[in-house]
């Protein structure tokens, strides 16, 4: 029996891919399928009637600001007194100019455009990522809501206007859009969708909008505050230190007995993470410990399980069809190894083509899954190292140790 150990193993590898797979496709129709959804713009909402200041911190976004200022100042007013705030957070390159010219280019909405030079950060206080742009602008500002959207995103017109009535209407503290991941590089097709379908998975959206669920999310893209809470729970400047500022939030927001409201915006808000490979390297390095608890065993094991279901399948694949031709008298376990393992990327196809059915997502290089397992397989130990160690743990060049 000794000898079929090795057989075995990879069959029971092979069906263990296909099985997860199977899993976190059935997981991700059933979410999607009950899981709320930012309201259609309709007349059903009433007007809304607070006002809103849209703020952008921006740090080296010369890539991202112009587009992302046009698509907000393009925006169907939301309400009689909205404005866009950009702040710039001591950019080297070319943010501020390209943020004016980008207003300047949107005459009739270039007099709601302001930008802030947040200034150097405090010498004697640690402060990370965007919570000294965020909080820079939010002690300049008086309006009743206060909107924080990063550089990358892209809103539809009638974004700002269908939140700010859901928000209101449904009496809400903090309103946060789930968006629609893009991907434009390579290494953003490869690793991209598979983040999306763990993060639709792996958190509970209805259990973070129970008042009674101490469960707490929110993507930090699209975070709506209604300025009163904000205040209370210290805004960003009670979270200097911290790396992933949204999650904090937004426990704090549930921590308070405040209203949190976590929507999939998948129709209203478009994010595209990272240009390039390393980018997305940092990025992800940056916060897959951070994410998964701080957690160790999470962190590692939930890279392990995503080789396991992205790339075992792949590289199952290959080995039985070498086994068949270097060891053929064991014709029928290789190809119920072959029948296994094609059946898990059959699996990844099917995932990627409910995601195009579902939000309008392609299936661009669907077949580089395998080679993407493999690098979130590298993300999950060094996010870990780095974020232990603070060697190379770093925010587009900043450090965050």
Known sequence: MQHLLGPVLLLALAAAAALGLLILLLGLQRVFATAPRLAAASAELPPATGSLTVVIPAYNEAANIADCVSAVLASDPPCNDWSLLVVDDDSTDA???????????????????????????????????????????????????????????????????????????EQADLLSLAPRLSCGCLAEWMVQPIMASLLGLGFPIEAANDPASPVAFAAGPFMLFRRQAYERIGGHRALAAEVVEDL??????????????????????????????????????????????????????????????????????????????????????????????????????????????????????????????????????????????????????????
């Open 95 to 169: 943010t501020a100019a390209l943020a004016r010219e980008a207003a300047a280019a949107s005459p009739a909405s270039a007099a709601r455009f302001s930008l802030l030079q947040a200034g150097p950060r405090p010498a004697d206080q640690r402060w990370v990522g965007k919570n000294w742009a965020c909080s820079r602008a939010a002690e300049q500002l008086s309006s009743d809501w206060l909107l924080f959207i990063d550089a990358d995103v892209r809103l539809q017109p009638a974004t700002l206007g269908r939140a700010l009535r859901q928000a209101e209407a």
């Open 248 to 401: 904090a939030l937004a426990r704090r927001i549930k921590a308070s007995g405040l209203r949190l409201l976590y929507l999939l915006g998948l129709d209203a808000v478009d994010l595209r993470m990272y240009q390039n490979l390393p980018a997305l390297w940092e990025g992800w390095t940056k916060n897959w410990y951070l994410g998964l608890d701080s957690s160790l065993s999470k962190a590692l094991g939930a890279a392990a399980v995503v080789v396991l279901m992205f790339s075992a399948p792949w590289l199952l694949s290959g080995a039985a069809l070498v086994l068949l031709l270097v060891l053929p008298a064991w014709q029928t376990w290789w190809l119920a190894l072959l029948a296994l393992a094609v059946l898990g990327v059959a699996l990844q196809l099917q995932l990627r083509l409910w995601t195009r059915r579902e939000f309008q997502v392609p299936i661009t290089h669907w077949w580089l899954m395998g080679a993407g397992g493999l690098l979130v397989g590298a993300i999950g130990p060094t996010s870990v190292l780095r974020s232990l160690t603070g060697r190379g743990w770093t925010w587009k060049g900043r450090p965050l140790a």
